[in-house]
Protein backbone atom coordinates (compact mmCIF):
# COMPACT_ATOMS: atom_id res chain seq x y z
CA UNK A 1 0.00 0.00 0.00
CA UNK A 2 2.74 2.39 1.06
CA UNK A 3 4.69 1.83 -2.56
CA UNK A 4 1.14 2.24 -4.16
CA UNK A 5 0.85 5.81 -2.51
CA UNK A 6 4.14 6.46 -3.62
CA UNK A 7 3.30 6.03 -7.13
CA UNK A 8 0.30 7.84 -7.04
CA UNK A 9 1.88 10.51 -5.56
CA UNK A 10 4.65 10.30 -8.42
CA UNK A 11 1.83 10.83 -11.07
CA UNK A 12 0.26 13.52 -9.35
CA UNK A 13 3.43 15.68 -9.27
CA UNK A 14 4.01 14.73 -12.63
CA UNK A 15 0.86 15.54 -13.96
CA UNK A 16 0.14 18.59 -11.93
CA UNK A 17 3.37 20.28 -13.60
CA UNK A 18 1.78 18.74 -17.23
CA UNK A 19 -1.01 21.02 -16.74
CA UNK A 20 1.02 24.02 -17.42
CA UNK A 21 2.61 22.66 -20.16
CA UNK A 22 1.30 22.96 -24.12
CA UNK A 23 0.34 20.56 -26.14
CA UNK A 24 3.23 20.51 -28.17
CA UNK A 25 5.98 20.20 -24.91
CA UNK A 26 3.96 17.23 -23.95
CA UNK A 27 3.20 15.23 -27.28
CA UNK A 28 7.14 15.57 -27.49
CA UNK A 29 7.46 13.48 -24.39
CA UNK A 30 6.13 10.42 -22.85
CA UNK A 31 2.21 11.51 -22.22
CA UNK A 32 4.00 14.66 -20.96
CA UNK A 33 6.66 13.42 -18.39
CA UNK A 34 9.19 15.39 -17.39
CA UNK A 35 12.83 14.14 -17.55
CA UNK A 36 11.70 11.30 -20.33
CA UNK A 37 12.58 12.63 -23.61
CA UNK A 38 14.30 15.61 -25.85
CA UNK A 39 10.83 17.74 -26.91
CA UNK A 40 12.49 18.02 -30.14
CA UNK A 41 13.58 15.04 -31.21
CA UNK A 42 10.96 12.57 -30.43
CA UNK A 43 7.44 14.10 -31.64
CA UNK A 44 4.13 12.55 -30.61
CA UNK A 45 5.58 9.21 -29.20
CA UNK A 46 2.16 7.88 -28.22
CA UNK A 47 -0.38 10.54 -28.91
CA UNK A 48 -3.29 10.61 -31.67
CA UNK A 49 -4.94 13.39 -33.38
CA UNK A 50 -7.72 14.55 -31.77
CA UNK A 51 -8.34 17.69 -33.85
CA UNK A 52 -10.42 16.04 -36.94
CA UNK A 53 -12.92 14.40 -34.16
CA UNK A 54 -16.51 16.80 -33.75
CA UNK A 55 -16.64 18.61 -30.23
CA UNK A 56 -12.30 19.48 -29.97
CA UNK A 57 -11.39 21.80 -28.12
CA UNK A 58 -7.52 23.07 -28.47
CA UNK A 59 -7.55 24.39 -25.09
CA UNK A 60 -8.75 21.25 -23.78
CA UNK A 61 -5.87 18.99 -25.39
CA UNK A 62 -2.55 18.66 -23.84
CA UNK A 63 -1.13 15.70 -26.06
CA UNK A 64 -1.32 13.08 -22.87
CA UNK A 65 -3.44 9.98 -24.51
CA UNK A 66 -2.11 6.89 -26.46
CA UNK A 67 -5.68 6.23 -28.82
CA UNK A 68 -9.05 7.76 -29.67
CA UNK A 69 -11.58 5.84 -27.29
CA UNK A 70 -14.38 8.31 -27.48
CA UNK A 71 -14.20 7.84 -30.82
CA UNK A 72 -15.19 3.94 -30.64
CA UNK A 73 -17.14 4.69 -27.37
CA UNK A 74 -20.73 4.43 -29.19
CA UNK A 75 -21.74 7.20 -27.53
CA UNK A 76 -25.50 8.56 -28.00
CA UNK A 77 -27.68 11.39 -27.27
CA UNK A 78 -28.56 11.69 -23.96
CA UNK A 79 -26.09 9.08 -22.63
CA UNK A 80 -24.15 10.04 -18.93
CA UNK A 81 -20.46 9.62 -20.27
CA UNK A 82 -17.42 9.38 -17.15
CA UNK A 83 -13.85 9.75 -18.40
CA UNK A 84 -11.64 8.58 -16.18
CA UNK A 85 -8.25 10.31 -15.57
CA UNK A 86 -10.00 13.45 -17.63
CA UNK A 87 -7.22 16.28 -17.09
CA UNK A 88 -8.38 19.29 -19.43
CA UNK A 89 -10.86 18.10 -20.68
CA UNK A 90 -10.02 16.88 -23.65
CA UNK A 91 -12.15 13.62 -23.85
CA UNK A 92 -15.22 15.28 -22.44
CA UNK A 93 -15.55 17.93 -24.79
CA UNK A 94 -15.64 15.22 -27.41
CA UNK A 95 -18.26 13.07 -25.55
CA UNK A 96 -20.65 15.70 -25.29
CA UNK A 97 -20.50 16.59 -28.66
CA UNK A 98 -22.13 13.01 -28.86
CA UNK A 99 -24.45 12.92 -25.82
CA UNK A 100 -25.49 16.72 -26.64
CA UNK A 101 -27.40 18.88 -24.15
CA UNK A 102 -29.95 16.14 -22.50
CA UNK A 103 -26.62 13.90 -21.73
CA UNK A 104 -23.97 14.20 -19.42
CA UNK A 105 -20.56 14.02 -18.40
CA UNK A 106 -18.67 13.74 -15.45
CA UNK A 107 -14.71 14.09 -15.75
CA UNK A 108 -12.41 12.78 -12.59
CA UNK A 109 -9.09 13.18 -12.29
CA UNK A 110 -7.17 13.70 -8.61
CA UNK A 111 -4.85 16.44 -9.74
CA UNK A 112 -5.98 19.53 -8.39
CA UNK A 113 -4.21 21.41 -11.74
CA UNK A 114 -5.93 19.74 -14.17
CA UNK A 115 -9.40 19.83 -12.54
CA UNK A 116 -9.14 23.61 -12.50
CA UNK A 117 -8.08 23.92 -16.13
CA UNK A 118 -10.71 20.99 -17.10
CA UNK A 119 -13.34 23.31 -15.34
CA UNK A 120 -12.02 26.96 -16.64
CA UNK A 121 -12.32 25.49 -20.12
CA UNK A 122 -16.43 24.06 -19.71
CA UNK A 123 -16.67 27.69 -18.16
CA UNK A 124 -15.38 29.19 -21.09
CA UNK A 125 -17.56 26.68 -23.74
CA UNK A 126 -21.17 27.25 -21.51
CA UNK A 127 -21.27 23.85 -20.44
CA UNK A 128 -23.81 23.10 -18.31
CA UNK A 129 -23.94 19.13 -18.32
CA UNK A 130 -20.22 18.97 -18.20
CA UNK A 131 -18.72 18.52 -14.89
CA UNK A 132 -15.23 17.66 -13.03
CA UNK A 133 -14.72 15.84 -9.86
CA UNK A 134 -11.74 15.80 -7.72
CA UNK A 135 -11.05 11.65 -7.29
CA UNK A 136 -9.21 8.94 -7.33
CA UNK A 137 -10.60 6.11 -9.90
CA UNK A 138 -9.62 3.62 -7.48
CA UNK A 139 -12.66 5.18 -5.42
CA UNK A 140 -14.11 7.13 -7.60
CA UNK A 141 -16.67 9.91 -6.19
CA UNK A 142 -19.86 8.80 -8.22
CA UNK A 143 -22.99 6.48 -7.26
CA UNK A 144 -23.61 2.91 -8.59
CA UNK A 145 -24.96 2.50 -11.65
CA UNK A 146 -24.40 5.86 -13.12
CA UNK A 147 -23.03 6.25 -16.57
CA UNK A 148 -24.34 4.86 -19.86
CA UNK A 149 -20.62 4.87 -21.07
CA UNK A 150 -17.20 5.01 -19.64
CA UNK A 151 -13.97 6.25 -21.61
CA UNK A 152 -10.32 6.69 -20.93
CA UNK A 153 -7.31 7.51 -22.70
CA UNK A 154 -4.21 6.26 -21.61
CA UNK A 155 -4.58 6.57 -17.86
CA UNK A 156 -5.11 3.11 -16.30
CA UNK A 157 -1.51 1.96 -17.02
CA UNK A 158 -0.59 4.75 -14.49
CA UNK A 159 -2.83 3.32 -11.39
CA UNK A 160 -0.79 0.70 -9.41
CA UNK A 161 -4.09 -1.03 -8.58
CA UNK A 162 -5.64 -1.75 -11.88
CA UNK A 163 -8.09 -4.39 -9.86
CA UNK A 164 -9.51 -1.66 -8.17
CA UNK A 165 -10.22 -0.01 -11.04
CA UNK A 166 -11.51 -2.06 -13.13
CA UNK A 167 -14.15 -3.41 -9.94
CA UNK A 168 -14.79 0.69 -9.94
CA UNK A 169 -15.21 0.58 -13.79
CA UNK A 170 -18.09 -2.38 -13.00
CA UNK A 171 -19.70 -0.56 -10.24
CA UNK A 172 -20.08 2.93 -11.74
CA UNK A 173 -21.73 1.50 -15.03
CA UNK A 174 -25.20 0.56 -15.60
CA UNK A 175 -26.49 -2.89 -16.38
CA UNK A 176 -25.87 -2.72 -20.40
CA UNK A 177 -23.45 0.19 -20.34
CA UNK A 178 -20.07 -0.30 -22.16
CA UNK A 179 -16.74 1.51 -21.83
CA UNK A 180 -13.86 1.97 -24.38
CA UNK A 181 -10.45 2.91 -22.93
CA UNK A 182 -7.34 3.35 -24.54
CA UNK A 183 -3.83 2.10 -22.68
CA UNK A 184 -0.53 1.46 -22.32
CA UNK A 185 0.52 -2.87 -22.50
CA UNK A 186 2.82 -5.12 -22.89
CA UNK A 187 4.08 -7.92 -24.70
CA UNK A 188 7.07 -9.31 -22.55
CA UNK A 189 9.31 -7.85 -19.52
CA UNK A 190 10.70 -4.44 -19.96
CA UNK A 191 13.89 -4.25 -18.95
CA UNK A 192 14.63 -3.66 -15.21
CA UNK A 193 16.07 -0.22 -14.86
CA UNK A 194 13.29 1.09 -16.99
CA UNK A 195 10.94 -0.22 -14.65
CA UNK A 196 12.77 1.37 -11.72
CA UNK A 197 12.57 4.64 -13.69
CA UNK A 198 9.56 7.25 -11.51
CA UNK A 199 9.69 9.83 -14.25
CA UNK A 200 8.84 6.85 -17.37
CA UNK A 201 6.07 5.51 -14.87
CA UNK A 202 4.40 8.95 -14.49
CA UNK A 203 4.85 8.43 -18.86
CA UNK A 204 2.55 5.70 -18.74
CA UNK A 205 5.14 3.25 -19.87
CA UNK A 206 6.55 1.39 -16.58
CA UNK A 207 2.94 1.04 -15.01
CA UNK A 208 2.17 -0.96 -18.05
CA UNK A 209 1.06 -4.67 -17.38
CA UNK A 210 1.17 -7.72 -19.86
CA UNK A 211 -1.67 -7.76 -21.97
CA UNK A 212 -2.97 -11.10 -21.55
CA UNK A 213 -3.03 -9.91 -17.65
CA UNK A 214 -4.81 -6.39 -18.69
CA UNK A 215 -7.14 -8.92 -20.70
CA UNK A 216 -7.48 -11.45 -17.65
CA UNK A 217 -8.55 -8.52 -15.45
CA UNK A 218 -11.01 -7.62 -17.50
CA UNK A 219 -12.83 -10.81 -18.07
CA UNK A 220 -12.61 -11.91 -14.17
CA UNK A 221 -15.11 -8.47 -13.57
CA UNK A 222 -17.79 -10.02 -15.78
CA UNK A 223 -17.30 -7.85 -18.35
CA UNK A 224 -18.61 -9.43 -21.90
CA UNK A 225 -18.67 -9.02 -25.43
CA UNK A 226 -14.85 -7.63 -25.23
CA UNK A 227 -13.32 -6.33 -28.03
CA UNK A 228 -10.31 -4.68 -28.81
CA UNK A 229 -11.13 -1.82 -30.69
CA UNK A 230 -7.45 -0.99 -31.95
CA UNK A 231 -4.28 -1.98 -31.60
CA UNK A 232 -0.54 -0.14 -32.36
CA UNK A 233 2.80 -0.78 -31.22
CA UNK A 234 4.90 2.03 -29.27
CA UNK A 235 8.57 2.77 -30.43
CA UNK A 236 10.52 3.67 -27.95
CA UNK A 237 13.47 5.69 -29.38
CA UNK A 238 17.22 5.18 -28.65
CA UNK A 239 17.97 8.58 -27.18
CA UNK A 240 14.89 8.13 -24.64
CA UNK A 241 16.06 4.59 -23.51
CA UNK A 242 19.75 6.05 -23.21
CA UNK A 243 18.53 7.60 -20.03
CA UNK A 244 18.13 4.13 -18.57
CA UNK A 245 19.62 1.96 -20.17
CA UNK A 246 23.82 1.03 -21.42
CA UNK A 247 23.95 0.54 -25.00
CA UNK A 248 24.14 -2.99 -24.71
CA UNK A 249 21.09 -2.97 -22.52
CA UNK A 250 19.35 -1.03 -25.63
CA UNK A 251 20.85 -3.93 -28.41
CA UNK A 252 19.20 -6.76 -26.03
CA UNK A 253 16.56 -4.93 -25.56
CA UNK A 254 15.81 -4.26 -29.24
CA UNK A 255 16.09 -8.05 -29.84
CA UNK A 256 14.39 -9.35 -26.82
CA UNK A 257 11.19 -9.28 -28.61
CA UNK A 258 9.31 -7.52 -26.35
CA UNK A 259 6.56 -4.77 -27.06
CA UNK A 260 4.81 -2.00 -25.95
CA UNK A 261 1.30 -1.69 -26.59
CA UNK A 262 -1.25 1.01 -27.16
CA UNK A 263 -5.06 -0.66 -27.19
CA UNK A 264 -8.03 0.91 -26.94
CA UNK A 265 -10.51 -2.12 -25.26
CA UNK A 266 -14.12 -2.51 -25.68
CA UNK A 267 -16.48 -4.67 -23.07
CA UNK A 268 -20.06 -4.14 -21.65
CA UNK A 269 -21.58 -4.89 -18.26
CA UNK A 270 -24.29 -7.76 -18.78
CA UNK A 271 -27.65 -7.10 -17.16
CA UNK A 272 -27.62 -10.62 -16.13
CA UNK A 273 -23.95 -11.33 -14.82
CA UNK A 274 -21.78 -13.72 -16.71
CA UNK A 275 -17.95 -14.05 -17.18
CA UNK A 276 -17.44 -15.68 -20.38
CA UNK A 277 -13.56 -16.37 -21.77
CA UNK A 278 -11.92 -14.57 -24.74
CA UNK A 279 -8.31 -16.08 -25.94
CA UNK A 280 -6.28 -13.16 -26.77
CA UNK A 281 -5.22 -14.47 -30.23
CA UNK A 282 -8.61 -14.58 -30.98
CA UNK A 283 -9.27 -10.53 -29.70
CA UNK A 284 -5.84 -9.87 -31.38
CA UNK A 285 -6.77 -11.19 -35.32
CA UNK A 286 -10.30 -9.53 -34.22
CA UNK A 287 -8.54 -6.13 -34.13
CA UNK A 288 -6.07 -6.44 -36.94
CA UNK A 289 -9.48 -6.38 -39.15
CA UNK A 290 -11.52 -4.40 -36.73
CA UNK A 291 -9.39 -1.27 -35.96
CA UNK A 292 -10.66 1.84 -37.45
CA UNK A 293 -14.32 3.46 -37.44
CA UNK A 294 -16.35 2.80 -39.81
CA UNK A 295 -15.37 -1.04 -40.46
CA UNK A 296 -18.55 -2.51 -39.56
CA UNK A 297 -17.41 -4.27 -36.11
CA UNK A 298 -17.07 -1.37 -33.72
Known sequence: ?????????????AYGQIA???????EASCCGATN???????????????????GYVADADLGLGCGLPTQFAQIKPGDTVIDLG??????CFVARHETGPTGKVIGID?????????????????????EFRVGDIEQMPVVDNTADVIVSNCVLNLVPNKKNVIAEIWRVLKPGGHFSISDIVLA????????????????????????????????EAGFTNLTLQKQKAIFLP??????????????????????IVSLT??????????????????????ADACCEPGSGCC
Open 188 to 219: GDLPANLLKAAELYAGCVSGAIQQDVYIGLIQ
Open 1 to 13: MQIDDQLKTVVRE
Open 238 to 259: DELLANYLTIDEIAAYRQSGTG
Open 36 to 54: CCSPTDNPAIMADDYSQLA
Open 265 to 286: AYAEKPTTPSKPRVQLADLTRK
Open 86 to 91: SGAGND
Open 110 to 130: FTDAMINRARKNADTLGYNNV
Open 20 to 26: TQSKAYN
